[in-house]
């Protein structure tokens, strides 16, 4: 089977970095990724993680280390608008499916 | 234009009853899901069609039936509803195999 494990919450000031650390067990790797997903909202994509390295796109960074099974969702210069919670996801072993963690909840303070 | 679109938005019923979640995706993508996310924010996946055609079924009671009548929709129809059944049901579709998920808005279902 597959498992992932993610903070269940994270606090970080308003202009701050934030790090969210996911570490995960799983039988075939084929890439982490993370989703957003604010209240009320729908979870939508923010990045994909193949091989190892840090993939950046904008204020989002992504890292992967496939040797520790570990990868981490980087923000950098916190608004109060990425108070959400962040999903890492692995591939399911059909491929035909995303299998979530339990979601780290966000919290930005002024 | 919403690229994947499901109705209802919320859906308030009695134990017992039968209802249906629609889902439709204009982004031309041959995979559907269906997922379930409970009170605590556990997104799971229940069903996963590619070309109208069964992929995974994880372990849901068989009260929940899923029907893909082309590519664009991916149906939710489920018996005799039952209190934990309650949580929210979001619809997504994709590419074969890709990882970048796109999202319906989520459908509330509350079962009293």
Redesign the interface.
């Given at each position: 089977g597959q498992s992932l494990e993610q903070p269940s919450e994270v606090t970080a000031v308003e202009g701050a970095i934030v790090q969210i650390n996911c570490t995960y067990q799983t039988s075939g790797f084929y890439g982490l990724s993370w989703y957003q997903q604010h209240d009320g909202g729908a979870p939508t994509f923010l990045s994909y993680n193949a091989l190892d390295g840090l993939e950046e796109t904008g204020r989002f960074s992504s890292f992967l280390s496939r040797s520790d099974s570990y990868g981490y969702l980087l923000l950098q210069e916190l608004q109060m608008k990425d108070s959400a919670s962040y999903f890492c996801a692995l591939p399911s072993n059909s491929g035909y499916a995303l299998n979530f963690g339990k979601g780290t909840s966000l919290l930005v303070t002024p | 234009d919403t690229a994947v679109s499901q109705t209802p938005k919320y859906l308030v019923t009695q134990m017992g009853n039968d209802k249906s979640i629609k889902c439709e995706q204009n982004l031309g993508h041959d995979?559907m899901?269906w997922y379930k996310q409970d009170s605590?924010?556990?997104?799971?996946?229940m069903f996963?069609y590619?070309n109208k055609e069964l992929?995974?079924n994880?372990t849901v009671p068989n009260r929940f039936s899923p029907k893909s009548p082309d590519k664009a929709h991916l149906n939710l129809h489920i018996n005799s509803l039952e209190l934990g059944d309650s949580a929210v049901y979001?619809c997504a579709s994709s590419h074969?195999?890709n990882?970048?998920?796109?999202?319906?808005?989520?459908t509330q279902l509350s079962v009293l």
């Open positions: - | 995979t899901y605590k924010k556990f997104l799971k996946i996963s590619n992929i995974i994880e979001f074969p195999g990882e970048k998920l796109f999202f319906g808005s989520g």
